[in-house]
């Protein structure tokens, strides 16, 4: 079993900065075990894949929209996994949720996903 909790959301402006925070609460398995994503919707938009990690952190992907700007790591000591991200644009405006993956091969598919945080809003004011 595998609980995720978002923080670090907030408002910031066009250009800012924020990084947020996926804290794992796992059972039965060590959270390397699993890969992490982020994904976002906002208001009338279907949930979109933002960035993966492997369980190791090897490996990470981005979607094209974010690449170059948003950074994933995940720190396995603390069972945390983070999204740094800079450059923000309105656009980047949604809630941000991040999901586990019972595999340690990252995914861009949300349907590959089998554990789900209640996520964070993000709010980027032009």
């Known amino acids: 079993q595998v609980q995720l909790v978002e923080s670090g959301g907030g408002l910031v402006q066009a250009g800012g900065s924020l990084r947020l925070s996926c804290a794992c609460a796992?059972?039965?398995?060590?959270?390397?075990?699993?890969?992490i994503g982020w994904f976002r919707q906002a208001p009338g938009e279907e949930r979109e894949f933002v960035a993966g990690?492997?369980?190791?952190?090897?490996?990470?992907y981005y979607a094209d929209s974010v690449k170059g700007r948003f950074t994933i790591s995940r720190d396995n000591a603390r069972n945390t996994v983070y999204l740094q991200m800079n450059s923000l644009k309105p656009e980047d405006t949604a809630v941000y949720y991040c999901?586990?993956?019972?595999?340690?091969?990252?995914?861009?598919?949300?349907?590959?996903?089998?554990?789900w945080g209640q996520g964070t809003q993000v709010t980027v004011s032009s």
């Open positions: 999901a586990a993956k019972r595999t340690a091969s990252a995914s861009m598919s949300l349907s590959d996903y089998d554990y």
């Open positions: 796992v059972s039965g398995r060590t959270v390397s075990s699993y890969a």
């Open positions: 990690i492997s369980g190791s952190g090897l490996f990470t």
